[in-house]
Nanobody
Framework: QVQLVESGGGLVQPGGSLRLSCAAS????????MGWYRQAPGLERELVAR???????GYADSVLGRFTISRDNAQNTVYLQMNSLKPDDTAVYYC?????????????????WGTGTQVTVSS
């Protein structure tokens, strides 16, 4: 079973920075999309940023220009660099990967989620 292990959350003042990391727990045949979502209290989970296997990135309008997503395919890891953080960025952040575990023709791409890491932006 693949597990996604997140790290890097915490408490930061407005205007500060944090870097989130998420690594897959075992060797994997192929990873497609990698992404970060977030969920604030009382709100639905929303897509923050996504990166394709070719390195093409996309961002929610609310974080464009402040957040940067990147990936290390050799380490099966995705990162989210968050700068100029605002109180509205406070949420639990979840990483997401679309993974094909083995080259078997019976093993297709499946969606995996991390358990979440809390980001709190407050003075």
């Amino acid at each position: 079973q693949v597990q996604l292990v997140e790290s890097g959350g915490g408490l930061v003042q407005p205007g500060g920075s944090l870097r989130l990391s998420c690594a897959a727990s075992r060797s994997i045949f192929n990873i497609g999309y990698m992404g970060w979502y977030r969920q604030a209290p009382g709100l639905e989970r929303e897509l923050v940023a996504r990166i394709t296997s070719d390195g093409i990135t996309g961002y929610a309008d609310s974080v464009l220009g402040r957040f940067t997503i990147s990936r290390d395919n050799a380490q099966n890891t995705v990162y989210l660099q968050m700068n100029s953080l605002k109180p509205d960025d406070t949420a639990v952040y979840y990483c997401n990967m679309v993974i094909r575990r083995t080259p078997s023709p019976f093993d297709g791409f499946r969606n995996y989620w991390g358990t979440g890491t809390q980001v709190t932006v407050s003075s």
